[in-house]
């Protein structure tokens, strides 16, 4: 069966601008490490396909560009998927998606609200999401939590991706981390929207809160919707699995509900590409 990593990043420092070393650092503790793709098709050894993609918020000063991924994806596009690394409200955002689809091949994008200080909700996007829906694009979302002193949380909550699904259903989306830590809240926009996904990375981080929401997710009918994602450099794909696997017996027999392993098993294999209509 395959295995598909549907949140991997390419980034190198000079992607994050000032952001990294002001925000992001003093909260990790560690510098930035770029990663080169030796490095990263290492780590994929242990997936059959994964998804990879920078971040841009002009807000904060950060840029992937669309033609780095390319040639990143360029080593190996049997196996390798790029993503754009958008900004909604930034002037050339349009023109970059243009191009990113015809020109470049990449087949989704990546969003990061809570950095770019837009709200999905507004109706002067409509056109970008119109333009990515009429592509056949995937689009992945970083809902939830930061720890960057310049995002906006209010931008960052998964209900407001519900307005974005109304208006553009054909449009394939995913909320990354599950919206942590508003994994219920990503449940219930699951529950009612077909076109909408959210991947599993970093669920084992926070172990307790992680138990809960795929416990939850189960509960709300939902768990065939949740997607395998790494979030490399942070996680290798292995370690991921290995952290996911980990999860049901960390409190099981203690009076709780079950976590059933299989399910573990099944996000891991799932054919994500053929949901996101993008294999």
């Given amino acids: 069966m395959t295995i598909v990593d549907v949140h991997t990043h390419n980034m190198q420092l000079e992607h994050w601008g000032p952001e990294y070393e002001a925000n992001w650092q003093p909260v990790y503790g560690v510098p930035w490490t770029d990663v080169t793709f030796e490095a990263y098709d290492a780590a994929m050894g242990a997936v059959d396909r994964a998804i990879v993609f920078g971040i841009t918020?002009?807000?904060?000063?950060?840029?992937?560009?669309?033609?780095?991924?390319?040639?990143?994806?360029?080593?190996?596009?049997?196996?390798?998927?790029?993503?754009?690394?958008?900004?909604?409200?930034?002037?050339?955002?349009?023109?970059?998606?243009?191009?990113?689809?015809?020109d470049l091949g990449l087949?989704?994008?990546?969003?990061y609200p809570v950095l770019a200080g837009f709200d999905p909700t507004d109706a002067r996007y409509s056109a970008f999401f119109?333009?990515?829906?009429?592509?056949?694009?995937?689009v992945?979302?970083?809902?939830?939590?930061?720890?960057?002193?310049?995002?906006?949380?209010?931008?960052?909550?998964?209900?407001?991706?519900?307005?974005?699904?109304?208006r553009f259903p054909d449009l394939k989306m995913v909320i990354a981390h599950l919206g942590h830590p508003w994994q219920k809240d990503t449940a219930l926009v699951l529950r009612k929207h077909a076109n909408v996904y959210a991947d599993v990375s970093a669920q084992w981080?926070?172990?307790?809160?992680?138990?809960?929401?795929?416990?939850?997710?189960?509960?709300?009918?939902?768990?065939?919707?949740?997607?395998?994602?790494?979030?490399?450099?942070?996680?290798?794909?292995?370690?991921?699995?290995?952290?996911?696997?980990?999860?049901?017996?960390?409190?099981?027999?203690?009076?709780?509900?079950?976590?059933?392993?299989?399910?573990?098993?099944?996000?891991?294999?799932?054919?994500?590409?053929?949901?996101l209509g993008i294999g």
């Fill in 205 to 275: 981080l926070r172990t307790w809160e992680g138990f809960n929401a795929l416990i939850g997710c189960v509960e709300w009918g939902v768990a065939d919707k949740l997607l395998f994602g790494s979030d490399y450099p942070l996680w290798t794909p292995a370690e991921a699995m290995s952290a996911l696997r980990a999860l049901p017996a960390r409190y099981g027999g203690k009076g709780l509900p079950s976590l059933d392993p299989d399910l573990i098993e099944q996000i891991i294999h799932r054919d994500s590409l053929a949901l």
């Fill in 107 to 111: 087949r989704g994008i990546k969003l």
């Fill in 57 to 102: 918020a002009q807000a904060v000063g950060m840029n992937t560009p669309d033609d780095y991924t390319a040639r990143f994806v360029g080593h190996n596009p049997a196996k390798y998927i790029g993503f754009m690394g958008l900004d909604p409200a930034a002037p050339d955002a349009l023109d970059r998606l243009e191009r990113g689809a015809t």
């Fill in 140 to 166: 992945l979302w970083h809902f939830g939590a930061t720890p960057s002193k310049a995002g906006r949380l209010r931008n960052s909550h998964p209900l407001l991706l519900e307005d974005v699904a109304m």
């Fill in 130 to 138: 119109a333009r990515a829906q009429h592509y056949g694009l995937a």
